[in-house]
């Protein structure tokens, strides 16, 4: 394990492998000049192991690479175990023998990227990454470049576990990906995956990365000022921000904010298509979990993530979010296209673009990560209130929208790209989740456009006829919160319905029952 000098530590800071205070013992002898007891800087035997003559020119030598790293950096096995290694790498080592052109990999694309890893001590001269705060840090600016070393090293798994994620003094174990706490891409290494093609998808867009690292190295010199990527942790307050104050008041004789345009796209399938994502000029939600980042199978935010290895690094820096917080990353390039949804989820083409330029549509490319309330817990059975409309959880749905929406001010998203925002895993109500984005993106004045599928367009078409009364008779966001959080806990009926109840509150109409509406295909 490291060896730090804790009081020299920064505080709330990750420490990156060229960090002068994390040590290692040289368990294999990679330093003539170190004792085998003796810890030594942990960047001086990383270089050791890169840049072991002739170990990077085939898919044996990188296994063991990685493998020495392990044990260097996360105390992890032995080298000699070589069951357990080749059992930890075995879907890497077979995806670059079936999958990529491995000759090509290791004579050129393979030592641009160790260089890129070398220069670590120069692109982070501090050796560390300040976390993202939302009041004391809330944003951070890196150049591609600092970026694409970030994803080698994560590839090369030498980025120690930063203390803020650990539970308890002394243990390793952490709050992300369902308590697997992965900080690099060791997770996509391992045996077959239970979602084989989500796993190749995102080890295409990695490698496909690196590709661009070697072949296109222009991009790596454009600096913070050409083409900045920016992560950004969000958090407004009433006392801040007075629109958030009329919004959560939610009284619509004190102030009436009408709604803006809203689009429907019907897709075959989930997709991310570049179109999809709100490039160029608008944001795209990913609806996030508490602890942002990549995993092995096929959520919407795996996905997202997962398809853009610039995006990667934000499981270093960023905390669990608070409900009234919000990550906004601008800059990063999705690499492939990813159609489908969980076990469907495959990809079907790489984003092959021409050399960045200051104009491309990925410069502006804004991603708007927002969790939404886990409802799925609560016991619908004992009780006939809807868990999306118990006290207070309205509000916070609409605070964390908002927050997300209005962060192009003073320029506001010329669109929002979203959809049915916390309603799968989470169990969120699709009725209740559209009505609170489309008012959240009222109060912060952009349009926004949900993407469905097939298998939701009764409930869609009924949105569309409720959008389509609010607009003709000009409501105001405020009523229609007013209205939805005026049901009743023990009112059975309008917590089953509650879309169909403000439309009733509002305009007197009722909704088409969605049994009687012909959906064609």
């Known amino acids: 394990m490291a060896e730090v000098s804790t009081n020299a530590t920064p505080p709330n800071v990750v420490l990156l492998p060229s960090s002068p205070l994390l040590k ?32 990077a020119t085939y898919v044996g030598g990188l ?19 070589n069951t357990s290694t080749a059992k930890s790498l075995d879907f890497l080592r077979r995806f670059l023998l079936r999958t990529w052109d491995c000759q090509t990999f290791f004579k050129k694309i393979w030592p641009a990227c160790l260089s890129l890893a070398l ?8 050796g560390y990454i300040k976390v993202l705060d939302s009041t004391e840090n809330p944003e951070l600016v890196f150049t591609r470049k600092q ?8 590839f090369l798994c030498t980025i120690p576990t930063p203390s803020w994620m650990m539970k308890g003094k002394g243990k390793e174990s952490m709050t992300m990906a369902g308590e697997e706490g992965f900080v690099d891409f060791s997770l996509w290494y391992s045996d077959e995956p239970a979602n084989f093609e989500a796993v190749c998808a995102y080890l295409t867009a990695l490698f496909t990365y690196m590709e661009k690292i070697a072949t296109e190295p222009g991009w790596l010199e454009q600096g913070a000022e050409e083409w900045p990527v920016v992560m950004r942790l969000r958090s407004l307050k009433n006392a801040d921000d007075e629109q958030l104050k009329r919004m959560l008041a939610s009284d619509s004789e004190a102030s009436r904010t009408p709604f803006k345009p809203l689009e429907f796209i019907a897709l075959p399938e ?12 608008g944001a795209g939600v990913v609806f996030a979990n508490k602890q942002v980042g990549f995993g092995r199978s096929a959520t919407m935010e795996e996905v997202a993530v997962g398809t853009t290895p610039e995006a990667c690094p934000i499981v270093l820096v960023t905390p669990p979010l608070k409900d009234d917080e919000v990550l906004i990353v601008v800059g990063v390039e999705s690499l492939v296209v990813v159609e489908g949804y969980g076990r469907t989820a495959r990809m079907t083409r ?16 804004t991603m708007l990560f927002m969790d939404a309330l886990e409802l799925d817990g609560y016991d619908s059975t004992s009780s006939d209130a809807l868990p999306d409309l118990l006290p207070g959880h309205v509000d916070r749905e609409l605070q964390k929208a908002y927050t997300a929406f209005s962060s192009g001010s003073p320029t506001p998203y010329a669109h929002v790209a979203t959809g049915l925002w916390g309603c799968g895993a ?8 559209t009505m609170i984005q489309w008012c959240a ?10 993407a469905y599928t097939g298998d939701r367009s009764a409930f869609f078409l009924r949105f569309r006829e409720f959008a389509d009364v609010a607009k003709r008779d000009a409501w105001a966001a405020e009523e229609v919160i007013e209205a939805l959080k005026s049901i009743r806990s023990d009112d059975k009926e309008n917590n089953r319905a509650p879309l169909a109840f403000v439309l009733r509150v509002l305009s007197g109409r009722q909704l088409v029952p969605a049994s009687s509406l012909s959906i064609s295909s």
């Open 270 to 281: 989930p997709s991310t298509d570049p179109p999809l994502l709100g490039v160029p000029d």
């Open 119 to 126: 220069e670590m001590p120069e692109l982070f001269p501090d």
């Open 63 to 81: 296994s063991q690479q990685i493998d020495s790293i392990a044990v260097t950096v996360h105390d992890a096995g032995s080298r000699t175990n």
């Open 147 to 154: 970026l694409a070393c970030l994803v080698v090293h994560q």
């Open 426 to 433: 989470f169990g969120g109500n699709e009725e209740v989740k």
């Open 441 to 450: 993106a009222a109060f912060a004045g952009v349009p926004l456009s949900f």
């Open 24 to 55: 290692r013992i040289d368990r294999f002898s990679l330093i003539s000049s170190s004792s085998s007891d003796e810890p030594v800087p942990l960047f001086d035997l990383l270089r050791a192991i890169l840049t072991s003559p002739g170990i």
């Open 350 to 365: 790489v984003n092959r673009t021409v050399p960045p330029t200051k104009d491309s549509p990925w410069r502006t490319r």
